[in-house]
């Protein structure tokens, strides 16, 4: 009688690849991590990950270095994320232009938005607001529209790049309220601000990170939160919703990740990191000065809000004609 071995052996495999995965794990981080962010310095993306790689540079012992690749609607960032060794020593912190924007305007786009990267989570979200020059003759919503609507394609809009959630806030508000402006498309958020404060655009499509700060200062004036619901660090800004057109949210999000093949260890590691972080007092306070809601990653709710933005946003794309070669 023989007694077969290979159930054994095959435990004792799997036991010894837990043991070196976990440890890997354990491992990590034991040299510098770069955190490349595909946007110029200053804008809403990399704002988070500079918070979050300084509390993470604290609590593992290694440098987090924030990275800024900007370029090609993120492409150039993203790209070189997703070609790069999976070992969680380069990571991308970027949102919906990389992940759900890009993915609708672009033909042969290098890279696949839920198959080229392992991915730690949402990280941060931010609502989008609406914003005018003090001069510009129009303090809300309905001045807006009417203002517009009687001298169409006389008044311009910026946004921080063609095909960026700040372009696609931009359309979302045109279908909504049939409002028609030109388009004038930034590199980035700061020289699109810089435009506003100085009255080279009128009207722009920001986030409320980049925003808080001029808003405060009186520099620039909201017309009006793009959310559902009114932020608490500027509750006298209406929203698009409540001027008229319910059911308008747009909001945007950062997500932290690596290269598709990062060991499962290491990307667990990062989201139990970011999870503590997020859940701090300081970074909670820091975070909501800005504007900013810290989140608990979870690889379920960045798959469930990039497949459903794909199709919110290739709706509004084909509607408006939309593309980017």
Not at 270 to 299: D, N, W, Y
Request: net charge positive.
């Amino acid at each position: 009688m023989s007694i077969s071995t290979r159930p054994f052996k095959s435990g004792v495999f799997a036991s010894v690849m837990f043991v070196c995965t976990a440890a890997w794990g354990q491992a990590y981080p034991s040299k510098p991590v770069r955190i490349i962010v595909p946007f110029t310095a200053g804008g809403y993306a990399d704002v988070s990950a500079r918070i979050i790689a300084q509390a993470l540079t604290e609590r593992l012992g290694q440098p987090f270095v924030v990275d800024n690749r900007p370029g090609a609607g993120t492409v150039i960032g993203s790209e070189a994320v997703a070609r790069s060794q999976p070992d969680g020593y380069t990571l991308l912190a970027t949102g919906a232009s990389t992940f759900t924007v890009n993915p609708v305007l672009m033909r042969n786009l290098p890279y696949d938005p839920l198959k080229s990267f392992a991915v730690v989570g949402i990280v941060t979200r931010t609502p989008m607001v609406l914003l005018a020059h003090p001069s510009f003759p129009a303090d809300s919503v309905k001045d807006l529209v009417a203002l517009a609507g009687a001298n169409p394609g006389k008044y311009a809009y910026g946004s921080f790049g063609a095909g960026t959630i700040s372009h696609f806030a931009a359309e979302s508000f045109a279908a909504a309220t049939g409002v028609q402006m030109l388009h004038v498309p930034y590199k980035g958020s700061t020289p699109l601000m810089n435009d506003l404060i100085g009255g080279q655009v009128p009207v722009s499509f920001d986030t409320l990170v980049v925003a808080a700060p001029q808003m405060r200062s009186g520099k620039v004036k909201a017309l009006a939160m793009m959310t559902k619901d009114r932020t608490s660090l500027f509750p006298q800004v209406p929203t698009v919703a409540e001027s008229g057109y319910p059911g308008f949210d747009v909001s945007t999000w950062v997500a932290l990740a690596g290269a598709a093949g990062t060991p499962e260890a290491i990307i667990r590691k990062l989201r139990e990191e970011v999870t503590a972080i997020v859940s701090q007092r300081s970074v909670i306070e820091r975070f909501e000065a800005l504007g900013v809601e810290g989140v608990k990653p979870t690889a379920e709710e960045f798959t469930r809000n990039v497949q459903a933005d794909l199709q919110r946003f290739g709706k509004i794309a084909r509607d408006a004609g939309m593309k980017i070669e």
